[in-house]
T-cell receptor, first 111, second 112 residues
Framework: DQQVKQNSPSLSVQEGRISILNCDYT??????FLWYKKYPAEGPTFLIS?????DKNEDGRFTVFLNKSAKHLSLHIVPSQPGDSAVYFC??????????FGDGTTLTVKP | DTGVSQDPRHKITKRGQNVTFRCDPI?????LYWYRQTLGQGPEFLTY????????KSRLLSDRFSAERPKGSFSTLEIQRTEQGDSAMYLC??????????FGQGTRLTVV
């Protein structure tokens, strides 16, 4: 049973528009969610996180929204840039310190 | 210190051979993780060290896999009698806390 699901394997948006990447989870006993970005031939890079006590966290062009009633997390990138093209993973930490990654969403930002 | 480094970046080996990968974490991080990633999936947890102590191992880590972190600094991951199913990207990460992690570029293993 996969605890974290990224249901869209890929997303394509136009430069300057908003990119919305989604993540659904099943276990409510989480402590943190984190988003990572991964370019080909590189390891994942931490992007932004949100704790269970918040419903929004913003860092520059990146905003993460947490809807606990829907068990849904989303990452908004505004405005999207071609350099944002990468695979994005959500990662979930339980309050027992266990973590799970989603399978990733490949974002393509077209110039 | 420029981050987590892994060596080699690529490894091609024949089935049945043993391979060893090395990870040098960020020096002040006492937590070190190994993950495996296959195409189309997120990183899967293999094992975790706090300093030199191996505190957790995934069920994915079969008896053919062993990891060490002898002095609490660099770590090695060895796979014995490699199988084609071991072909994957092996990622190492270090962390100052239990949440945020800094990943290396990975070692891509191909078993032929």
């Amino acid at each position: 049973d996969q605890q974290v699901k990224q249901n869209s394997p890929s997303l394509s948006v136009q430069e300057g528009r908003i990119s919305i990447l989604n993540c659904d989870y099943t276990n409510s006993m989480f402590d943190y969610f984190l988003w990572y970005k991964k370019y080909p031939a590189e390891g994942p890079t931490f992007l932004i996180s949100i704790s269970s006590i918040k419903d929004k966290n913003e860092d520059g062009r990146f905003t993460v929204f947490l809807n606990k009633s829907a068990k849904h997390l989303s990452l908004h990138i505004v405005p999207s840039q071609p350099g944002d093209s990468a695979v994005y993973f959500c990662r979930y930490f339980t309050n027992a310190g266990k973590s799970t990654f989603g399978d990733g969403t490949t974002l393509t930002v077209k110039p | 210190d420029t981050g987590v480094s892994q060596d080699p970046r690529h490894k091609i080996t024949k089935r049945g051979q043993n391979v060893t990968f090395r990870c040098d974490p960020i020096s002040e991080h006492n937590r070190l993780y190994w993950y495996r990633q296959t195409l189309g999936q997120g990183p899967e947890f293999l094992t975790y060290f706090q300093n030199e102590a191996q505190l957790e191992k995934s069920r994915l880590l079969s008896d053919r896999f062993s990891a060490e972190r002898p002095k609490g600094s660099f770590s090695t991951l060895e796979i014995q009698r490699t199988e084609q199913g071991d072909s994957a990207m092996y990622l190492c990460a270090s962390s100052p806390t239990y949440t945020e992690a800094f990943f290396g570029q990975g070692t891509r293993l191909t078993v032929v």
